[in-house]
């Protein structure tokens, strides 16, 4: 970023978590950087899990982008994700959906198309400036098992609008291994939006069910071994701010059979 100034956040950790302690509320994270400003909210279900076996999750969370002076805010270019290390991603027996198979397709097209690649659904919003007025979108989108590229799982994330044009929107997502406190990390490039778009709005499901060679499987997997699951979070933003941090949610052990 050489000459761009950069600005630097930290996120909230355990006091101001982006995830929930209850399944039923959700306290959110807010982090301000001049005018912008990142909140974020979620949870898991259940938050009840084993000490030393991994069980099926649920992640279900939200993150919006906005700025105090009303103006649209500064373009997000890329998002980094870690999970923690009493997480786990299981993809074996799971369909897989390349991205020429929904590159032109709508919404409902794309989920058809990799019906048993779906692996999260949720929706996306941006500022659009049509005919000079800032007017803000909401489509679906759908998060699908991609490919794997150099032995490391992937995520397809794809989505459909009719403005300010009509197009596809896809974008491979990399799941690399990491070692120490988090086992994964999660590189989303956010794609150049039609029209001058902004991104400002992202919340979805993500979890799935299956059954592979008559064993029931789950997309995603968590254990409780220290009383939390830690996130960490890195926006980078196209002026070269950068909201940079860890977050942490509360998990209680359950209790043995």
């Given at each position: 970023m050489?000459?761009?100034?950069?600005?630097?956040?930290?996120?909230?950790?355990?006091?101001?978590?982006?995830l929930a302690t209850s399944v039923g509320g959700a306290e959110a994270a807010?982090?301000?950087?001049?005018?912008?400003v990142l909140r974020a909210d979620g949870r898991f279900v259940p938050s009840a899990l084993?000490?030393?076996r991994y069980a099926p999750i649920d992640f279900r969370g939200q993150a919006n982008l906005t700025d105090t002076k009303g103006a649209t805010?500064?373009?997000?270019?890329?998002?980094?994700?870690?999970?923690?290390r009493n997480g786990k991603f299981e993809t074996q027996g799971l369909g897989v959906c390349p991205v020429r198979r929904i590159a032109n397709s709508t919404v409902a097209g794309a989920r058809r198309r990799c019906a048993k690649a779906i692996v999260g659904t949720g929706h996306v919003g941006a500022i659009y400036d049509l005919f000079g007025l800032a007017a803000e979108l909401r489509v679906r989108g759908?998060?699908?098992?991609?490919?794997?590229?150099?032995?490391?799982?992937t995520v397809v994330g794809?989505?459909?609008?009719?403005?300010?044009t009509t197009r596809a929107y896809t974008v491979v997502i990399p799941i690399r291994r990491l070692r120490g406190a988090f086992k994964y990390r999660a590189t989303v490039d956010v794609p150049?939006?039609?029209?001058?778009?902004?991104?400002?709005?992202?919340d979805g499901r993500i979890g799935r069910r299956y059954k592979q060679g008559g064993r029931k499987r789950s997309y995603v997997r968590a254990r409780c071994r220290s009383g939390v699951l830690r996130t960490h979070g890195h926006f980078l933003f196209a002026d070269g701010t950068i909201i940079d941090g860890s977050l942490e949610k509360a998990c209680t052990q359950k209790p043995l059979p």
């Open positions: 050489g000459h761009r100034r950069i600005k630097r956040a930290l996120l909230l950790s355990a006091c101001a978590a982006l807010l982090v301000k950087v001049g005018s912008l084993p000490h030393n805010p500064t373009a997000l270019e890329e998002m980094r994700l870690d999970f923690d759908t998060l699908f098992n991609g490919p794997r590229v150099n032995g490391n799982p794809h989505t459909f609008t009719t403005l300010p150049t939006l039609a029209g001058g778009g902004v991104l400002t709005h992202i």
